[in-house]
């Protein structure tokens, strides 16, 4: 059994095709969703359809973009860029997509083989998840690991790939692209953005994990770019989204 694990999408279409396709290449055999699909990127529709035509999705969590894609409330927590893109998924969803994203859970427990067991899946943090808060510092990060029911927990939202790992001695953060997982240590693991890396890497990112061989690895895979910011400037999105994508920011 082998895991792609896909975070914040973001309606990049060329981005999530290029990444499964490079799963398949390499094995996957079933998929992970971390949260926002949508916003930002000019394909929201065409890429909830897309992970809908996935043959073995193993559970999706929802995602601030998506929540705020299935509503009408006010969008507080976003930027102004942010801001206008979300008002303009919620004009590019259909009843259907809006009335999934809504339904969407914002924890998932996925129950594996083997010893793992099982695993968690939320899109900011396991602690008040509902208020979508960033892993910046110790205490949400410990804060994190305490809510943990399992011994690995997928996570995104910042669009930067990384792994903490909370062992006897301590916490370790790495950026490694790929481990072994160990007996006795649990991890936090953020795949990355497939839609809109912000690491400086403006290839798509994602992870696999290879639950029978207990191996986790990050994924970089070049997409087309270019089509991409075409479609965000055709749509009348803000120019920065199609801006960023090539910085990987
Ligand atoms: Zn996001």
């Known amino acids: 059994m082998k895991i792609g694990v896909f975070s914040d999408i973001h309606s990049n279409l060329e981005a999530l095709e290029a990444v499964l396709d490079d799963a398949s290449h390499q094995g996957v055999t079933h998929c992970l969703c971390v949260g926002d699909q949508v916003g930002y990127n000019a394909d929201p529709h065409a890429c909830m359809e897309r992970l809908r035509a996935l043959p073995r999705l193993l559970c999706c969590v929802q995602g601030n973009h998506d929540y705020y894609a299935a509503n009408q409330e006010e969008l507080l927590q976003f930027n102004p860029i942010a801001k206008q ?10 009843l259907e997509d809006r009335q999934e994203l809504a339904r969407l859970p914002l924890v998932a427990h996925v129950p594996l083989p083997g010893p793992l067991g099982g695993l968690q899946v939320v899109h900011a943090s396991l602690f008040q998840p509902e208020e979508w808060p960033y892993l910046v510092d110790t205490m949400s990060v410990l804060n994190c690991f305490r809510m943990l029911q399992a011994d690995l927990c997928f996570l995104g939202h910042s669009h930067v790939p990384l792994a903490i790992v909370l062992r006897e001695n301590g916490l370790e953060v790495r950026d490694c692209p790929e481990f ?3 007996a006795g240590e649990r991890y936090l693991i953020n795949p990355g953005s497939v839609g809109q890396p912000r690491d400086n890497d403006p290839r798509a990112a994602y992870g696999i994990l ?5 191996h986790y690895q990050l994924r970089r ?16 999105l803000p120019e920065r989204c199609a801006q960023r994508l090539a910085l990987g920011q």
């Open 180 to 182: 072994s997982l160990k």
């Open 85 to 94: 893109a979300a008002c303009w998924t919620r004009e590019h969803l259909s």
């Open 210 to 214: 290879d639950v029978d061989a207990g």
């Open 221 to 236: 895979v070049e997409y087309d770019l270019p089509l991409a910011q075409e479609k965000i400037r055709r749509a009348g």
